[in-house]
């Protein structure tokens, strides 16, 4: 491969021309069912999806955000109360919380995993706590168990935001059934991604699956009879159409970003680059694949400069940002979540990422850090 070839970050293009027949395929069926909204593509889709996530119950609505949301609507969960985040996590599941009503409470990550600390949580709870919403970040589970434990102790809902980890396993089970009810969006970069905005509900909980519905809708079951306040949030027609194209696919894409992950771990192995932790219990399907170096935006203008295409997720964390100033925290407030949103850097990473492209990123990488044993 030519040396001045660039790499993108992710290469949606080449998605959809590797399943351009049946996406095709499936977008002409729509068209000439004439029937674009809550049809029988959203209800196939709902059951295959819940089936993959070995979960019960599968809601299809309008993006990730709105599935967070109606859950915590669904619980009754509003003013007055406190739902336990991740201080370390993009600002759609800070937003869910707001847009119900309630507070957002963080709490710090573990620094090796990213993901919301269990031995932290505790010291966060009140008795105005309703919930913890933990996030399965960059497509690696959180640790589940000690967070269901203490949600059991404390008689708190645990609401999974599973937007970056479809198909995920946490001790070999799925995330998505993991807690009483899960998030996920279907943006089109996510590793599942429809072309255009969707998100769905998945729970074991029929009562929280039968909320959600109405409250999708309108709050109506039957047309023009409005039970509850609703809202307009529904998983389309097309959307679900061209995701049915991709779901069967879903586990051969998430092996191939593994395969691409290995080689980046294998490859950048003894860097003086933070490489990311895989606990034992956790097998992550790769949405992101995150480094940390403490010269982070030197390192990706290096790489910008070779034509290589990065990306930072996140570079400010919600809590310093202005859309929540109101809750007064300071730079310094969290110093995990602070730290990790000055040094991480996301690869490119994808499905389609070739070995040669893989092997530029990496030649560029290793000609461009010291190892450690130079340091
Ligand atoms: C993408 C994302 C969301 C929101 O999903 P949308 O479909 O964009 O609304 C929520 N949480 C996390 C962690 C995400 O990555």
């Known amino acids: 491969m030519p ?3 660039s790499v993108p970050f992710l290469d949606l293009g080449a998605a959809y021309l590797e399943l351009k027949d049946d996406l095709d395929a ?35 609505v309008g993006n990730g955000l709105e599935a967070l949301h109606l859950i915590l609507r669904a619980y009754g969960i509003g003013p007055g109360d406190e739902v336990i985040v991740p201080a370390n996590t993009y600002i759609a599941t800070w937003l869910a919380v707001s847009y ?28 105005a706590t309703r919930a913890i919403l933990p996030v399965h970040l960059y497509g690696q589970p ?38 009483d009810a899960a998030g996920f969006s279907f943006y089109p970069g996510k590793n599942l991604g429809a072309l255009g905005d969707g998100g769905a509900v998945v729970t074991n909980d029929a009562d929280l699956a039968e909320r ?12 023009y009879h409005n039970e509850v306040k609703g809202f307009n949030s529904r998983l389309d027609e097309l959307q679900a159409a061209l995701l049915r194209v991709k779901l069967p696919v879903l586990d051969a894409w998430n092996e191939r970003r593994r395969a691409a992950a290995a080689r980046y ?25 995150v480094v940390r170096h403490p010269q982070r935006d030197a390192l990706q203008q290096r790489l910008q400069q070779a034509g290589i295409g990065t990306m930072i997720h996140y570079p400010i964390p919600p809590h310093l940002q202005p859309a929540y100033a109101e809750l007064g ?7 995990i979540s602070e730290a990790i949103h000055r040094e991480v850097l996301s690869l490119p990473m994808g499905p389609q990422l070739t070995a040669a492209q893989q092997g530029r990123v990496l030649g560029r990488m290793v000609s461009d850090i010291r190892p450690n044993s130079a340091a």
Request: aromatic residues 10%.
């Open 100 to 127: 119900a009503g309630a507070t957002p409470i963080p709490v710090e990550p573990d620094a090796r995993t990213y993901n919301l600390d269990p031995a932290l949580i505790e010291a966060a709870i009140t008795p």
């Open 3 to 5: 040396s001045n070839m």
């Open 212 to 223: 959600v519905r109405v409250l999708r809708n309108y709050g109506s079951r039957v047309k």
């Open 26 to 60: 499936a977008y002409h069926r729509v068209m000439d069912s004439g029937w674009f909204i809550l049809g029988k593509e959203v209800e196939a889709f709902e059951r295959e999806f819940a089936a993959y996530c070995e979960a019960a119950h599968c809601v299809g």
């Open 265 to 289: 771990l294998d490859g950048l192995a003894g860097s003086e680059l933070g490489l990311p932790y895989v606990p034992k219990w956790a097998e992550p399907v790769w949405h992101l694949f």
């Open 142 to 179: 959180a640790d589940m168990d000690p967070i269901k434990a203490l949600a059991s102790r404390y008689g708190l809902k645990v609401i999974e935001d599973a937007a970056q980890a479809h198909g995920a396993r946490y001790h070999g089970r799925r995330v998505g059934g993991l807690g």
């Open 329 to 335: 925290y300071g730079a310094g407030a969290f110093p």
